[in-house]
């Protein structure tokens, strides 16, 4: 009785031994936390970038820095919010 319950142990410890680990490896909190957080965020950074933009256009024609306010306060949210990989947080300044 003892080598059969003995048998049965070493067996369920090698099939033990080959089972995959569920691993944390994946970034699934990264990517629901970019859904649901950061590109609202970033639409609304885009948002209100734009009526900032549109308030700041005189001036910004007046010094001649139209693009760079445009693309400080509108094209950088909105490229963050529509064209980033989700979970990628490497381009967000």
């Not at 142990?9 to 680990?21: D, R, Y």
């Not at 990517?31 to 948002?47: E, K, N, Q, S, Y």
């Not at 400080?72 to 381009?91: C, E, K, N, W």
């Amino acid at each position: 009785m003892k080598t059969k319950l003995l048998i049965a142990l070493f067996a369920v410890v090698i099939c033990l031994e080959s089972v995959n680990e569920c691993r944390a490896d994946d970034d699934s909190l990264g990517a629901i936390a970019d859904v649901t957080l950061v590109r609202p965020g970033c639409f609304a950074a885009t948002v209100i970038g734009s009526v900032f933009f549109v308030v700041a256009l005189p001036f910004a024609a007046m010094s001649g820095s139209i693009k760079s306010t445009a693309n400080t306060l509108i094209v950088t949210p909105a490229q963050a919010t529509f064209t980033r990989p989700v979970g990628d947080f490497t381009s967000i300044q």
